[in-house]
């Protein structure tokens, strides 16, 4: 395979693992729809870091990784169940809480607009390098794809997509879920959608556990 067509192979494949639904989205929806456009935006440049990451991770061997040390995968998957457990209790603690009024919300970012962007971007890195099947994806398509013998470009082309494949996805969700009418429908049912958010998390996390010993 030359070095172009695995390029656009990784690509394509990993396109199609980033728009598949999962943790990383309901953390965007969620954020877009309660926090505003600036925040979620700052989650999405996080998850796209986090990609970033995994392409490096695999270009240096992480499928042998995983093969030669499968503790190091068990390890993976209970540690991000776990985390997944504590941000769905985080999400159900606050179903009831109302959301600040936007003066408040206002002045509140123009106070410490900093801190909360970069809490935000924070918990997008955390839940992308959490998600064990990120990294089974990355790994894999890696140890599938990869040429023989790369290119140079290779090395510095595919982490670059990686970063803007996830970023680029969940900024259009941003986009998309922080505009006038998915703000009010979730302002309208905030606890019964944080319930739904807090108990996919939850259930995703505990099958995260239950499968460590697999």
């Not at 790994?139 to 970063?163: D, K, N, R, S, T």
Request: proline content about 5%; glycine content about 8%; aromatic content about 10%.
């Amino acid at each position: 395979m030359t070095t172009a067509l695995a390029i656009i192979s990784i690509i394509a494949a990993l396109a199609m693992g980033a728009v598949s639904p999962g943790p990383s989205f309901v953390l965007v929806a969620r954020t877009a729809a309660a926090a505003g456009r600036r925040e979620a935006l700052a989650t999405a440049l996080g998850l796209g870091c986090g990609a970033f990451t995994f392409a490096v991770m695999a270009l240096l061997g992480l499928h042998a990784v995983f093969t030669a040390v499968p503790w190091a995968y068990a390890a993976l998957k209970l540690g991000s169940g776990a985390y997944l457990i504590f941000l769905a209790y985080k999400i159900w603690h606050s179903a009831r809480q109302p959301l600040p009024s936007l003066a408040l919300a206002d002045a509140s970012r123009d106070a410490d607009q900093r801190r909360i962007l970069l809490r935000a971007y924070f918990r997008g890195l955390a839940t992308q390098l959490s998600n064990p099947k990120t990294a089974v994806v990355f790994a894999g398509v890696f140890a599938a794809l990869m040429p023989e013998h790369p290119a140079p470009a290779f090395y510095l082309i595919v982490p670059i997509a990686a970063f803007v494949i996830d970023a680029g996805w969940y900024t259009i969700v941003s986009c998309a879920l922080s505009a006038a009418a998915p703000r009010a429908v979730y302002l309208r049912y905030k606890a019964w959608i944080d319930r739904l958010a807090g108990t996919i998390m939850g259930l995703l996390g505990l099958k995260l556990i239950s499968m460590v010993r697999q």
